[in-house]
């Protein structure tokens, strides 16, 4: 069968994306390629997913007619992109998708000139189908590049377009964002210990906390200060954890994390 799809760094993102385009049918194991070094992870990824399996990244390039997503970290791109360049002069035409951080769109068409290029940026719960990706387009791309992007990332959760400018602020916030929302939750939990709560039953109330906020915010599509004020009785108990949490900075806290973390996906991009 046609390889289609080729996945260069079979890593963590790598495989949440993998693990649901096939399961949803997108793709057929056998129109899979990946490429990855660590031969333990090579092994695991083919015999969970029963997909073709290499170390030469140029093989993905030449194998793969639709697309080739690069989900190595971005200090190894300028190796790839070096090792790659004589590939990338004979005929081949995939989409290049890149979810790396802070790599631009004019080092990926660097690197792959006249290539139709995708950036994105994804996040973790893409390996439940509860992610979301922001996308920015390539000066070689069409509709039909922009189709197969939107195809592939609506298989792990949301999508959203927007201007390249955007991509580091997006970085800072849902790429990272799953760290800063597990921290919290543990940091909950932590909480209901101090309180005297056994430890499983205070995650377990962390998480559903955590869980069933998001939800409500957005069924209801409430705005969260309003939601914040339902919970906060007169002379109540949410009131006095609130003032705790501004006297300790924590709503700075994730702003400034937000912040920092946009300026470090511009510095990894230099
Ligand atoms: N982890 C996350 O939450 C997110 C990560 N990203 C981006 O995704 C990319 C990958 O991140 P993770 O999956 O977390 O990293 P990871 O370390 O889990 O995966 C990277 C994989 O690439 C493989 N690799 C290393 N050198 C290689 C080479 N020369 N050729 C082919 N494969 C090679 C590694 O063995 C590893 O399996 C990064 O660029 C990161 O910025 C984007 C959004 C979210
Ligand atoms: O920490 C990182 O650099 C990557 C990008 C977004 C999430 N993880």
Known sequence: ???????IGGGVMGEALLSRLIARGIYQPSEVIVSEPLSARQGFLQQKYDVNVTTDNGLVFTEATEVVFLAVKPQVFSAIAQELADIITIEI???????????????????????PVIRAMPNTPATVGAGITAICLGAYTSAKHQQIAQQVFSAVGEVVEVSETLMDAVTGLSGSGPAYVALMTEALADGGVAAG??????NQLALQTVLGTAKLLQESKMHPAELKDRVTSPG????????????SGFRSALI?????AAQRSQELGK
Do not use: D, W
Request: proline share 6%; hydrophobic share 55%.
């Open 1 to 7: 069968m046609t390889i289609k799809f080729g996945l």
């Open 93 to 115: 035409s995939p989409l290049v998708i890149s979810i790396l951080a802070g790599v631009s769109l004019n080092q990926l068409e660097a690197a792959f000139p006249q290539l």
């Open 197 to 202: 709560l056994p430890r499983g039953i205070a």
């Open 236 to 247: 109540g108990t949410t009131i006095a954890g609130i003032a705790q949490l501004e006297r």
């Open 256 to 260: 400034e994390a937000v912040k920092v």
